[in-house]
Structures are given as C-alpha cells and as structure tokens.
C-alpha cells in the first residue's frame, strides 16, 4: 500500500474541563453496564464514553457551538425501581428499573444545560437571577445521607418525605450551583423538567465568589470560595452552619486564598485543595481542621476519592498527581505515598469509577488526553492515555478528484494531492525534498460554516462536486465547482437547497454514496432517510424529496427502556453503502445491524428477494438515465430502498461496532453477494454476506482466538479501514494492521509465543481481564523513566527514582506528507509480496527505539505473519501515531473479478493518505509553572 504520510491537515484537539462518571460506585453488573463517562471540552462538545472493562470507547460526541465552554458536568441517577411480577405466587424475581440518567452541564454562564443523550443536543436550559455559574452538584437521594451536622434530623426529615411520596423517582430532585456573584441558587429537575427554584443564599460582600462546591449530606452542602474559606450551609432554610478558614497565604502570596476543589469521604470528612498547594482534611462533625498536608507546589486543582474514603488523589498546576492515603495507627493522620507528572499540562479536573471490575480514576486537562489511572493499583499497574482525537475521523476523501476533506469545530478545510505516489517519486528519481512536498499539495478552500453549532458530520462525493455538512441544527449542502479539472484551482462554492424535513432539524450523520447519486442523513433520534442527488434543467445540483426508512424492531426489555439510559444504546454510529451503491447498512451501540437494498418498481412485486444479481441488472438499467437531466424524476419513482429480509437474520454483534465496511467487490453472478465487515470493541472481526444473512466461510473458519496475539492485544480500538481485493487495512490511533481474508489464520499459539505470553521476572505476563481498567502490570523492580515521589513516613522522608530514559523514538524524520522508506533489509523476507507495502514494511526492521519490544514484534510478524505459500495472512505496524484517519485515493480497490484474478498473484496497488496529528503540534495554553521543575 502506497501511503502519503500528511501532517497539514488541521485538527486542534480542546482541552478538558470537566470529567463526571454517571454511577462513580457500582454495585451490581446492571450498573456497571450503564456506567458512562461524559468528558467536557472548552469547545463545548461532550463525549461520552463507555468504560467497557478497560476497553474505553468513546461512544458518541454532543457537539457544541460558537463562544460555548462546557466547564462542570453532573450526572443525576434516579433511585431503582422494581416492577411488579404479573403473578406474585409465581416464585419469579422481580425485575429492576434502572433509574433514569441524565446529564447537566454548566459553561461559566448564568445558565444550567440538560443534554438528550439519545438525540445527541441539548434538551432544555434555565436560568436564574444571578451571575455567571462557577461550580454545580446534584443533591443526593435521601438513602445517600450520611455524615456531618444535622445528618439525624436531615435523615428524618428525608425518610417522612419519602413516605409522602409515591415512589423513589424524586429522591434527587434538585441542583445546586454556586456563582460568581457568592449567591447559592437551587434548581429543580423533578418530573423530568429543569426550572430556577430560588436563591438559597446570596453573600453581602459581591466579591466572594463560590468556586467549588460538594454535598456533605443530603441536607448539608459545603462551598469551597474565593476569601480563604469554606462555608456548609444547610439546604433546608440556607443557614450558614460553619466558616472554616484558611487563614492566609505565605508571605510573598496573596492576601487570600482560593479553595478551588472540595470533596466529602464517606464518612463525612471533607477535603479540600487550594492555590497554596495545600490539600486540607476537615472534620466532618465539628468542622474543624484535622490536617494540612503541602501536596504540591503550586495551585491544587482537582480532587478524587476512593468509594471507602481510603485514598484521596489530588491534581494541580505543577502537573503533578498526588496519591495520599491513612497512615497506620490510631491517630488516622494522611499521608503522601505516590506522585508523579502523567500530564503536560495542569491536571484540572477528576473522576473516579470503582466497580467489581474496574478501579480507576480518570484526569483531564489543557493537553486535552484523558488519563486513567489505577486507583487501588496505583504505584503497582501502568497508566494509560485515552487518545484526544475523536473515534469516528473528522476525515474524508473524494478518491476520483485526489481531495481530501478534514473538519472541525465549524471549518471544512479541502487539500489536493496533485501527483500520485509513483509519478511524485518517479519525477524525483526517488529523492523527494520538502520542496517537492510543498509543492504538491495546494489548500484549496476553507468553508466557514454559518450558524453556532459545531460540525456533526460532513461528507464529500468521490467527484468532489459535492458536499453535505450536518450541525445538531441543520442539514446543509453545497456545490464544488472546479475551475479547471486538470490543475488545482480555487474551488467555487454554491449552496443547494436542502429540503426543509432535513434543513431545519439538523443530523447526526451524513454519507454520500460512491456513485455520488445518494445522500443518508441520520437524524435526532436516529430516523434515517435518503435523498437522491440530481441536476435541474439548468444544470445545478439539487435534492429530491427525503425517502425515509425503518429498522427493523428489535426485542429490547421494558426496565431498560423505560429506565437507564433508554434507548441511547440503539444511537446508529456507524453507515456504510456497497461499492455499487444498491445495499445500505448501518449499525448502533447495542450491535444490531441494518442492511437495505435499491430496488425498482417492477421487482417490488416479486417480494423479498435475495438476488444480487436482479439488482444489479436494475441498476444498469436505471443509471443509464443518470446522465440526462430530464430524468431524475422517474428514476425516483422506479427506485426505492427496501429492508433486506436477510438482515433478520443477522446476528447481533458480541459488542459495540467500531468499524463497519463495505469490500470493494460487487456482486457479478447469481450465487456471489456482497461482503460487509465489522469489527467491535472486543476485536471481534466478522464477514457478513447480507444478502445471505450469515456469516462468511472466513469468519467461521477463523474465530476471534485465531487472530493473532499481537492484535487481539492491542489496547487501542480501530477506526477505519481501507481495502485491497481481499486484504483489509485496519488502523487505529497508534496501529496499521492487515489482514488477508483469502487465507485462514494460524492455529491459537501456532508459531511459538508471542509478546502477551513472554516470561518476565519469572512470572507471565497478567490478562486484561485480571486488570483495573488502567493499564498492565507493571513488572517487577521495573519503574518507567519518569520522576517517581515516594512518602515512606510521617517524617517526610522521601525517596527520588529517577531512571534513565531511553531516548524517543524518532517515528520517522518526516514532517510532511510522504513517506516511502525502502528498505533493502527486508527484500529476502518479502516471500512474493508486491511492492506497494515497502514504504511502511522497511520501517519494522529499522526501528532504532524499540529495544526488546520491537524485537519481540518483528519475530512476532515473521513467525505468524506467513502462509505455506509464502503471502502474508496478517501484518501491522506502530510507526505512524497518533493517526487521525487514513482515507483512499485514486481508484479504490478492486472488482470481483479483479480480486479473483490476482487471488494468486499481485495485488492492485492501493494509495492512501494517512494523517498523523503529532502531539507537539498540539498548541498548549501558558502555563504559570516554573521552567526549572525536576
């Protein structure tokens, strides 16, 4: 595969503001399950994400918009409810109504904002008379209270309300948000609405201002401020029941202090961070101060606590993460025993999540990639770093026109390539300069959408004629006029009119079809329809009238319905149209997979049929009007998409879908039919034949424990894929796999061991299963080469490991958009390859960085990687990371035919674009550390 390594596409990741998990402790695998993590970005968008036992898949984005800022996320569960069996007598157990999640955002505005997670924006907003809000907290159900003053009559008071009250549903009833302006303001989500309540306080002095706030007790809630205090008012009637001071700042510091993070232990003990670098523990009874720990240099700006109240983490400016925990005795004093710098920037915002399975603690900041961290494991488990570019790639290409399309927050950017790989390299005798990469690539527009909301999807026709944006507003559309086809000249843009159903809702998704005649858009709350694209009599480029279709309904039971997170889980994510354009499928978050067929009006009588090979007679017969203008019109009334009966029939995938993919090969013959490819969260790949409604020979001949070590592995998930007849592509955001679907896979374990199974210090190597959800084991006497801080007693005696680092791997010296390495070194292991993988093939023996590991990696791909014949079944590659996307270019693939034809020979060649978005492009805000800090 011939690949153009390109890092000029613009993709500026957001930083991170606020982190919230929806059930932070789980206590049954019903929780568990519906557990979700909502990351806040200074853009305004909110990802959600799915723990998934350690696998973190980031399910869906809300967009935001313009001058929007998502600042404090909470999640409000209601209270479980249990339905009543139809007969009681019958022994049966009754089932559980998960409650209801729903997610409240704040954004430095007078404003509180409820998302509608299963239609992907915002859902309601009210406002009070007060200043801009600072912090926000849910009030916890009255089963919750427990800890600090007033907890009895508070749990009294809580118990009678809850027997006036037909049922739990309105145990939480009511937020919390502290203001700029020092006021306390309640708002009220009972009944499923959200409305201001009233001003619980509203301080005299304007310039106290409530940064931080926590519940202690359903009734007690305790705001960190600006004035070197924090204050627990009790919500009943707003008094003030005690001023904790800080006292002042050191000399040379200013006159007051600013309590930027506050937490309540169990117990109900608080704690609190502050810009002195001090975490404080209060007691929770007499609110009095039992501890002041020096936890870091500089300000403490997020604060996270274990569910038993055992272990508080603490995060600030100085980048650092700080573990404390209870020393031995009976005295109960804290103390530090771990910290270490996991990010580049300040560490600004904390979640933790425990759960039978997981432990972690997830931390965000301006370097914009979460971090999960072990909780329990902490000091004896590997962190890991969730990518900060998003699952779907914000990447398209129209292949036939050489463009690249790359969009984000509200600009579509359109590139050139203007010579292909060989003619660039062949005009060059191979020594390709900047220059030359410089000169061949050319920006060709830059489309600033109008409006507030942030780009959803967009979508370029192979032709590059036309283009579909999609907002959480709008549908909208335009026509890319090329001045001059044979030379890369501006780009005029022209809109189309969208019919008003599409324009005015906004979308989800957006996929124009290969042939450029059709256009999908998902809508809010997943309705899909499909919009022919067709020329007027003056030749301008419109859209007919939307024909939507129905999925086919799926047995799903009531109490998750009804409560959880309701239908979220059947969010369509994924689309995907044949190479011939006649077959349409799509997929959602529980697994189910869609398929539909175009088929004209002379077949509908026939019924439900299976044949490729009649639809794709109907399509020859109908594109051949496709041409002449006057024609449209009856090529819509005799082309309709129908539900493909085969597609009951399809299984319902082991997990959620990530990739979802059409082959290149169209069906030629009466018994041939279509290849749809899936791949999930858990490394499940599976070929499909549609029509069929089964799986393919490959995907039962060659389960998930055939594939090899080295992938099913790999932490990261996958993101796309391209294909070459019957090779398919896979990349993700640190990988590049291949994998031949024309040849079986070796036995489990045949070929020797692989990297999961070498022997280290003595011991093999710990499953993920058997991890917290972070990352691996650490080995034994082995610390990673970074500044690790130890606390080994109450005499502060500390202990500094510092190692030496190796040094970076260099990842290429490319900066720009080509690579081709030719490595002469790997010719004689090539064994019949065709020449197109040498640009990436040379880089897996020439690795100067990799040490062991990428000695083990190589002997992995050497033993594993070969049939008797000598082509490859699989291969892969960490060369190119972080990868936003890698998109076709030219004619993409091959037929059937074709694909049979060089079945035992060469492959077509297959070009591509892979763009890399290195971190130290990533534009940091200032920070206000030291350049001198170890």
Avoid at 109 to 134: C, F, N
Avoid at 249 to 278: F, Q, R, Y
Avoid at 714 to 738: C, E, N, Y
Wanted: glycine share 8%; net charge negative.
């Amino acid at each position: 595969m011939d690949i153009h390594r390109c890092r000029f596409v613009p993709f500026p990741p957001s930083p991170i503001n606020a982190l919230a998990f929806s059930h932070p402790h789980t206590r049954t695998n019903l929780q568990s399950n519906l557990c979700r993590l909502a990351v806040g970005r200074a853009n305004g968008d909110i990802e959600i994400w799915n723990p998934l036992n350690g696998a973190w898949h980031q399910e869906s984005v809300m967009r935001g918009g313009q001058d929007r800022s998502i600042d404090g996320l909470v999640w409000v569960v209601e209270p479980d409810e249990e339905m009543p069996t139809a007969n009681p007598d019958s022994g049966h157990e009754k089932s559980v109504i998960p409650g209801r999640s729903r997610l409240f955002s704040i954004g430095y505005t007078s404003a509180v904002t409820e998302w509608d997670l299963e239609k992907g924006r915002p859902l309601r907003t009210a406002s009070g008379q007060h200043g801009d809000i600072w912090c926000l907290a849910a009030q916890p159900p009255a089963s919750a209270a427990a800890g600090g003053k007033g907890n009895k009559a508070g749990a009294a008071a809580s118990a009678q309300q809850q027997q006036l009250q037909q049922g739990p549903a309105d145990a939480v009833t009511r937020l919390v948000a502290g203001t700029i302006d020092g006021a306390l303001a309640i708002y009220t989500i009972a009944d499923s609405e959200l409305r201001f309540q009233r001003l619980l306080i509203k301080s005299p002095a304007r310039k106290t201002q409530m940064v931080s706030i926590a519940f202690q007790s359903r009734d007690v809630v305790v705001v960190g401020c600006s004035d070197s205090t924090l204050r627990a008012y009790d919500m009943r009637n707003g008094n003030l029941l005690r001023k904790m001071s800080l006292g002042s700042d050191l000399a040379g510091g200013s006159k007051e202090i600013i309590v930027w993070s506050v937490k309540c232990l169990p117990n109900g003990d608080i704690v609190s961070g502050d810009s002195t670098g001090h975490v404080t523990i209060w007691d929770g009874k007499t609110y009095t101060q039992m501890q002041r720990i020096q936890s870091h240099r500089q300000d403490v700006l997020s604060l996270s606590a274990s569910a038993d109240g055992s272990a508080i983490l603490s995060g600030g400016m100085d980048r650092r993460t700080v573990l404390h925990k209870r020393m031995p005795g009976p005295v109960g004093r804290w103390g530090k025993v771990w910290s270490r710098k996991y990010h580049d920037h300040d560490v600004k915002t904390m979640a933790s999540f425990e759960s039978s399975k997981m432990s972690v603690v997830v931390s965000g900041g301006p370097d914009a990639s979460p971090i999960v961290l072990p909780l329990k494991e902490l000091g004896r488990e590997n962190h890991r770093t969730l990518p900060n570019l998003p699952q779907q790639p914000p990447l398209q290409s129209a292949a036939k026109a050489r463009l690249i399309m790359g969009w984000w927050n509200q600009e579509v950017h359109i590139w050139k390539l203007r010579q292909p790989f060989d003619g660039l390299y062949n005009n060059t005798n191979g020594n390709v300069t900047s220059e030359d990469l410089d000169k061949n690539r050319k920006l060709l527009k830059t489309i600033l959408i109008k409006g507030e909301s942030n780009i959803a999807s967009a979508s370029i026709s192979p032709d590059g004629d036309v283009l579909a944006v999609a907002t959480s507003t709008d549908v909208k559309a335009f026509y890319l006029e090329h001045n001059n086809p044979s030379k890369p000249s501006d780009i005029k843009v022209a809109p189309i009119q969208v019919p008003p159903s599409l324009a005015a809702v906004g979308a989800r998704l957006v996929q124009i079809s290969p042939d450029g005649a059709w256009l999908v858009v998902v809508q809010a709350g997943n309705k899909i329809s499909l919009v022919r694209l067709g020329r007027d009599d003056s030749g301008a480029r419109t859209l007919s009238r939307p024909q939507p279709i129905t999925r086919m309904k799926r047995k799903t039971p009531k109490n998750l319905i009804v409560g959880g997170l309701g239908t979220y889980d059947r969010t369509i994510v994924h689309v995907s149209f044949a190479p011939d354009s006649r077959m349409l499928a799509v997929a959602d978050l529980a697994g189910y997979i869609d398929t539909w067929v175009l088929r004209g009006a002379e077949s509908e009588g026939e019924g439900d049929r299976d044949d490729a090979s009649s639809a794709a007679s109907e399509e020859s017969s109908s594109d051949s009007d496709d041409d002449d203008d006057d024609d449209d019109g009856a090529d819509e009334a005799r082309e309709k998409w129908h539900h493909t009966p085969a597609s009951t029939l399809l299984p319902k995938l082991p997990a959620p879908p990530v990739v979802l993919s059409f082959s290149n090969d169209i069906p030629s013959g009466d018994s041939s039919d279509y290849t749809l490819l899936a791949i999930t969260t858990s490394w499940h790949i599976l070929a499909f034949h549609p029509l069929e409604g089964a799986l393919t020979p490959w995907s039962r001949r060659n389960p998930v424990a055939r594939l090899p070590t080295t992938i099913r592995d790999t932490r990261d998930l996958a993101k796309g894929v391209i294909w070459q007849g019957p090779r398919v592509w896979v990349h993700g955001v640190s990988f590049l796999f291949m994998l031949d679907l024309s040849q079986d896979l070796s036995e489990p374990n045949a070929g020797g061991a692989s990297s999961s199974a070498v022997v280290q210090a003595g011991r093999k190597r710990k499953r993920r299963g058997a991890e917290s959800g972070a990352g691996n084991r650490m080995t034994i006497g082995a610390i990673a080469p970074q500044q690790v801080d130890r606390f080994t007693s109450d005499k502060k005696e500390w202990q500094l490991d510092i190692e030496n680092a190796a040094p970076p791997s260099s990842e290429g010296s490319d900066t720009d958009m080509v690579d081709r390495d030719d490595d002469d070194d790997d010719d004689d292991d090539d064994d019949g390859e065709s020449g197109e993988e040498s640009n990436v093939e040379g880089t897996q023996g020439g690795r100067s960085a990799g040490g062991e590991l990428a000695a083990m990696r190589n002997r992995d791909t050497r033993m594993d990687g070969r049939s008797g014949s000598g082509r490859k079944r699989w291969w892969y590659t960490y060369k190119y990371r972080p990868i936003l996307g890698v998109v076709p270019l030219g004619t993409p693939g091959a037929t059937s035919e074709d694909s049979k034809a060089n079945a035992g020979g060469d492959l077509l060649p297959v070009e591509a674009v892979l763009v890399e978005r290195p971190i130290w492009d990533v534009d940091l805000p200032e920070r206000y550390g030291t350049n001198d800090e170890r």
